[in-house]
């Protein structure tokens, strides 16, 4: 029943859409699939929304998308939704450039060996051998697209297309703090354990969420990461160096 | 400094308060008390601010003991409680000396009880909040040997008040607004759901709840394609399985499976106190209905403390009760204030 998508729009057809979710919520959505457009319109709208929209509570953007909270008891739902359409109308969102501030980091990453113990079977999956698939992530240079589902939990995106793999369907009982993974084009790289459908193909000794630090949440949306293979006999040097594990940051123009 | 020690605690017991808004576009959802009403009906019974912290107790409770002289409430799911062997009653407000031993067993009804201090728990603030966020890392459960500070009590005489609690300990009738994924699913399945008395699986914690459909899965059109969107607590996920899962307070911040609706603010301890084995039924508000519906809730919770109620004990279970000013001739009854 889904309509067929109108590629002549950045977002597809209908898109951006404006529904509420909950009582206090507004979902701006500027597509229905990930897209380097949708991603940019959903960082640059939220950006935006805070400094232009009075009502708005707190802010949050997925990978496509922009989640608005307002205060019932100051703001309508009707009177957000004009807000929201008046803003939406100002500019094309799709085009809009990247966040300010940006950065590179590259994160020492053991890739395979019992460290990270479902690297073949990822690059089977993904139609490579191990060390293709090790040499096609660390090439690749992956955006964070949204921080979501755990503190300061980065996607980063978009691998080559042949790592369109599913997650697994049965899930990994635990996975460790540092995690890298992957599946769909994506990569997460996991800042608290917990269970997952992902895949785990590489280690590392990055802390992405450090509650008792002036920076707890040290990723942001629209920073770039490169994964560095290293031996594994390194790992518990990184560690030794504190929460970067190793990571060097250097600015973006 | 006033303290509570733990002498012994279940193993759901943690430190809750309001939560941590602000920090969703971080990855980190706002947590806090499974049940915000019960926080606000303790913070009422001892005439406090709601953001003081509680120990939430999922199931069962623990025995303490005061270091100083405190003021206790018990709100939310009732308890068996006692102190010092004189069984207390639940939703109240009550004395606990220096010394006293206050035990708390398991629930009677519901999931999550409240055990509220006067003045608060003052354990440290981590991003803003003493809220336990264990999905996040933040905070553990509390454990027995563990003293957990206590802050300055503006009321320290102020007991032996009762509160009648909203009954949401036995599941129920439950409103949902639709959301930006109502649409994928098809009207029979929409309908099937309204009309389908989900039963509170066993499985369920702070963050979501899984229901048992009587019948089929349900299915969405979209399947498991859908894109990764915000989530927040009261949406209630179709997981891969077909079974309904409804979000609470610690659930992840974004989430990939198609969900139906979202439960009302106003509904949602209805949900999270619904004991294993409890009918819930589902049925949608209209947008301005849900927007009034819950204001109304929050007018109310505003000002439950119009409805506190002198607790009228038995003398027969008052252990200290010579110490009591039993006489109320002994002054004129007309002294100012």
């Known amino acids: ?253 | 400094m006033s303290a509570l020690r733990v002498l012994r605690a279940g193993p759901g017991v943690t430190v809750q308060d309001m939560g941590r808004p602000g920090y969703l576009g971080f990855g980190l959802s706002r947590g806090g008390a499974a049940d915000r009403l019960a926080l606000s009906e303790g913070a009422a019974l001892l005439g406090q601010d709601t953001d003081l912290a509680a120990l939430e107790m999922a199931g069962f409770g623990g025995v303490f003991e005061a270091m100083q002289d405190l003021r206790i409430a018990l709100s939310g799911a009732p308890m068996s409680a006692s102190i010092d062997g004189t069984r207390i009653a639940w939703n109240a407000s009550h004395a606990l000396p220096q010394g006293a031993r206050l035990e708390i067993g398991g629930v009677t009804a519901g999931c999550y009880g409240y055990l509220h201090v006067g003045g608060g728990f003052d354990t440290p603030i981590r991003l803003g909040s003493r809220a336990a966020h264990l999905a996040a890392g933040l905070g553990t459960p509390v454990a027995a040997g563990q003293i957990l500070s206590v802050g300055v009590d503006p009321k320290p005489d102020r007991v032996g008040l009762c509160l009648d609690p909203d009954p949401r300990f036995e599941g129920g009738r439950v409103r949902l607004l639709a959301g930006p994924q109502t649409r994928l699913f098809s009207s029979d399945e929409l309908a099937r759901f309204l009309s389908d008395p989900f039963r509170r699986d066993t499985r369920g914690n702070r963050m979501g709840v899984r229901l048992i459909p009587s019948d089929a899965p349900y299915a969405s059109q979209a399947g498991l394609s859908v894109l990764s969107e915000v989530v927040v607590p009261g949406d209630v996920q179709i997981t891969g399985d077909g079974t309904p899962f409804v979000l609470m307070t610690e659930c992840q911040t974004t989430g990939g499976y198609p969900r139906i609706g979202t439960v009302l603010a106003a509904d949602l301890p209805r949900v999270a106190q619904a004991p294993a084995g409890a009918t819930l039924r589902f049925e949608f508000a209209e947008t301005e209905t849900a927007s009034r519906i819950e204001a109304a809730e929050a007018r109310r919770i505003a000002t439950l403390r119009n409805r506190l109620r002198r607790l009228i004990r038995d003398p027969a279970e008052i252990r200290d009760l010579l110490s009591y000013q039993l006489i109320s001739g002994a002054i004129a009854g007309n002294e100012p204030g």
């Open chain 1, 1 to 253: 029943m889904a309509a067929p998508r109108d590629t002549t729009r950045p977002g597809g057809a209908g898109f951006p859409r404006l529904d509420p979710l909950g009582s206090d919520g507004l979902l701006v959505g500027f597509g229905d699939r990930l897209s380097e457009a949708a991603n940019r319109a959903a960082l640059a709208f939220r950006a935006a929304a805070d400094t232009a929209l009075p009502g708005v509570a707190e802010s949050s953007t997925s990978l496509a998308s922009v989640y608005l909270r307002y205060d019932p008891s100051a703001t309508g739902l009707a009177d957000m939704r004009a807000a929201v359409e008046a803003l939406l109308a100002q500019r094309d969102w799709y085009g809009a450039d990247l966040p300010p501030g940006r950065r590179l980091i590259r994160i020492p990453t053991v890739f395979g060996t019992d460290l990270a113990p479902q690297l073949a079977e990822a690059a089977e999956a993904a139609g490579l051998t191990p060390d293709a698939a090790i040499r096609s992530i660390a090439e690749t240079r992956v955006r964070v697209q949204t921080i979501g589902f755990a503190p300061g939990q980065p996607y980063l995106g978009e691998l080559p297309p042949a790592w369109d793999i599913p997650r697994q369907s049965r899930l990994t009982e635990r996975i460790p703090v540092g995690a890298l993974t992957v599946a769909i084009r994506q990569l997460v790289l996991f800042s608290v354990s917990t269970p997952t459908g992902w895949r785990h193909v590489g280690q590392t000794a990055f802390r992405a969420f450090r509650p008792d630090s002036d920076t707890p949440f040290v990723l942001r949306a629209g920073d770039e990461v490169e994964f560095v293979p290293v031996p594994a006999d390194m790992l518990d040097g990184l560690c030794d160096q504190g929460p970067d594990g190793g990571a060097a940051f250097e600015p973006l123009p």
